[in-house]
Each structure stands twice: as structure tokens, then as C-alpha cells.
């Protein structure tokens, strides 16, 4: 018989989800709320058709994204300046504190695997309303150009 005092492995099936603060709904998967892990949080995201999270940062943890299928467009700075295209087989990190969010401008869904380095998925999760003018803008202008490339 085992030593009960000893950490247990866990599996979790991604059947049950939440909706996070970002906007977006998420599998339940690694996460101090599911398994007790002390370091990391891992789950899966899909986001639909014309989806998008709301601009928002991860206040002291990292985050490292696994795109499974499909293709978003993640904004990320301080204004929301930058964007880069992420597809399947990309791996993409996000540094402790940088705004960011993403789009789904296609007409599939895009799924991901997303770990962080803090076990509470949502504890440092900052919305930050204040730049969503800007995403707003930016979303326009990448639309705008899709259109005309088409």
C-alpha cells in the first residue's frame, strides 16, 4: 500500500468548463482548484469563430501557449502596439505583466493549450478596460485589411 503522506497523481478530463474573466470559456484542467498543484496551471482554450478575449494581463505569472489548430492573432504592449500571428504547431510565451489578447478572425475555431506559472489560473488575472478602445481600433484596421486582401 502506498505512504499516504505522499503527493498523488492526478488525471483530469477536460469535460467540465468556466468562464474566465478574460471573456473567453475554458476546460477545466491543472489548476490548484482541481489537482492542488503548487506551481503551474495548464487547461485548454478554444475560442469560436469572431471570438476574443478582453484586454488583460497575467500580473506576476508567465504564460506559454501550445496552438493545437487554427490561427489567432494576439495583440500584446502596453497600447496593444504589437500583434503576431500564432497557428497550429506555434508555440507562443507571454511574460508576468504584459497586456495582451486574442483574436479569432477566421471562420473556424482555434484550440490552445495554455500553461502558467501560477496554480490559480485566475488569481492574477487584471482586466484592463482602459485599452479596449484601443483593441477596438486595432481589431477595425486588421479586419479592414483582411477585407482588402481577399
Known amino acids: 500500500m502506498g505512504d499516504p503522506s505522499q503527493p498523488a497523481c492526478r488525471l483530469i478530463r477536460a469535460d467540465d468548463t468556466y468562464d474566465g474573466k478574460q471573456g473567453l470559456t475554458y476546460f ?3 489548476a490548484a ?15 469560436p469563430p469572431g471570438g476574443r478575449a ?5 500580473e506576476s505569472h508567465e504564460t506559454a501557449i501550445y496552438v493545437l489548430e487554427g490561427e489567432a492573432v494576439a495583440l500584446y504592449g502596453d ?6 500571428v500564432t497557428k497550429a504547431g506555434d508555440l507562443f510565451y507571454i511574460p508576468a505583466g504584459v497586456p495582451h489578447l486574442p483574436i479569432n478572425m477566421s471562420d473556424k475555431p482555434i484550440s ?13 488575472v487584471v482586466l484592463l478596460p482602459e485599452l ?6 486595432a481589431i477595425a484596421r486588421l ?7 481577399s
Open 28 to 30: 477545466c484542467g491543472i
Open 33 to 47: 482548484e482541481t489537482v492542488g498543484s503548487k506551481g503551474i496551471c495548464m487547461h485548454l482554450l478554444t475560442i
Open 54 to 58: 478582453k484586454a488583460h494581463m497575467h
Open 79 to 84: 497600447r496593444l502596439q504589437h500583434q503576431i
Open 112 to 124: 490552445a493549450v495554455i500553461a502558467r506559472t501560477d496554480p490559480n489560473e485566475q488569481e492574477s
Open 132 to 137: 479596449e478602445p484601443l483593441a477596438d481600433a
Open 143 to 149: 479586419m479592414a485589411a483582411k477585407t482588402a486582401s
